[in-house]
């Protein structure tokens, strides 16, 4: 399915700066235009009234209203916020936010959906249906910033005035960020721009399923990200079964892609690995796992497995909570502490949202009535 028609969220700042000039306007108008979107929130041209009123026009003209409508917004009792967002086209995404002392970290989605269809996840259950544009991606980010600075009193004052409130970005929400390469990199660069929403590069981390060839791609943008890989086992037989795109990208092959990453990069390479009940737990495992990673520059967030509730008729024998469970604590802290023992910086991670379904791909899959995509 084709991405809708761009947003003035899908121009880059320069991108912008030509429209404007080739219009016969100073460049200071792009500035304008930036600030009003991404320092006071306002997305409708008609609200920039800085600009005149004839440029105001043609902006909203040329360029569809940006389409991030709330479907529905869910808090957790740990503080954990997420929403489900309409696109233009009628198809939904989901955004987490996920507070802790000092941060704000937001977890965005690149896809509709997901074509990976790792068992554990929600988001692939239905299917991938199409990319998000840079705009959309870039929005979710716009969205969830404005909504923090409207609430009085979640923060001390940052700094400068229009320093954004999320403080950090995780790109594991629905979809394969890697798989919207072009997107997700242009949406990046509009974060991180001083005209943007001015976080920086090293507060952003990619997750990926393990495309290799992106990775090697990624690790050429000059551009000091965050790297997670989703590993969740020690060998083959396992993350086969676990994940379908090791058939493509063995673990030997994604070992090595890790390593000339770091490599050329300088930068550490963290290894989300989802802990399941009689699956990836024993301490065998994590020995195997310990041995994988041995002189590499990683860290590795060991994940309690977090039930998906629904089944999805026509998808296939997609797990749910009866197959997938969480282990017993005990034996989450001794895989941890294994790890560690054999020199691999582990922690267990404490699960968030899991009252309101925070997994990705959760919410969307229990509102919309479930179908077969093929």
């Known amino acids: 399915m084709a991405s809708p028609a761009c947003s003035v969220y899908d121009l880059s700042p320069s991108e912008l700066e030509g429209w404007v000039t080739r219009r016969g306007q100073p460049k200071y108008r792009a500035k304008q235009i930036l600030e009003a979107l991404y320092q006071h929130g306002q997305s409708d041209p008609v609200s920039w009234t800085t600009l005149p009123k004839p440029m105001r026009d043609e902006l909203a003209a ?23 967002w309409k696109l233009p086209d009628g198809q939904s995404v989901e955004t987490v936010m996920i507070p802790a002392e000092g941060r704000r970290t937001v977890c965005v989605s690149t896809q509709v959906g997901c074509a990976y269809k790792c068992g554990f996840c929600a988001s692939g259950m239905k299917g991938f249906l199409r990319d998000l544009t840079a705009g959309e991606i870039v929005q979710q ?46 949406a990046i660069r509009i974060i991180n721009s001083p005209d943007g929403l001015k976080i920086g590069a090293r507060k952003i981390t990619i997750s990926t399923v393990g495309l290799i060839p992106m990775m090697e791609r990624l690790a050429k943008e000059g551009l000091q990200l965050e790297l997670a890989v989703s590993l969740h086992a020690p060998n083959d037989a396992i993350r086969g079964k676990l994940m379908p795109v090791n058939k493509r990208y063995p673990i030997v092959r994604l070992m090595a892609a890790c390593r000339a990453f770091v490599k050329a990069t300088k930068r550490l390479i963290t290894f989300e690995y989802i802990l399941i009940d009689g699956v990836n737990d024993q301490p065998q495992h994590a020995e195997e796992l310990a ?58 991670r404490t699960s968030r949202g899991l009252d309101i379904e925070g997994a990705c791909g959760q919410l969307r899959l229990r509102h919309e009535t479930p179908t077969e995509v093929k």
């Open 62 to 84: 040329e360029f569809p209203a940006p389409g991030l409508f709330p479907i529905q917004q869910q808090t957790s009792s740990d503080g954990t916020v997420k929403w489900l």
């Open 141 to 186: 980010v716009a969205r969830v910033d404005q909504t923090l600075k409207s609430v009085p009193g979640t923060d001390s004052p940052l700094g400068t005035r229009y320093r954004s409130r999320v403080s950090n970005i995780v790109f594991m929400g629905m979809g394969e960020p890697l798989s919207n390469y072009e997107n997700l990199i242009k």
């Open 291 to 348: 041995g994988r990673l041995k002189g590499l520059l990683c860290k590795v967030n060991l994940i309690p497995c977090h039930p998906i509730k629904q089944m999805v008729p026509g998808t296939g024998t997609v797990p749910g909570t009866d197959v997938f469970r969480r282990p017993p604590e005990e034996r989450m802290r001794a895989f941890e502490k294994k790890l560690q023992e054999k020199g691999i910086v582990a922690t267990l």
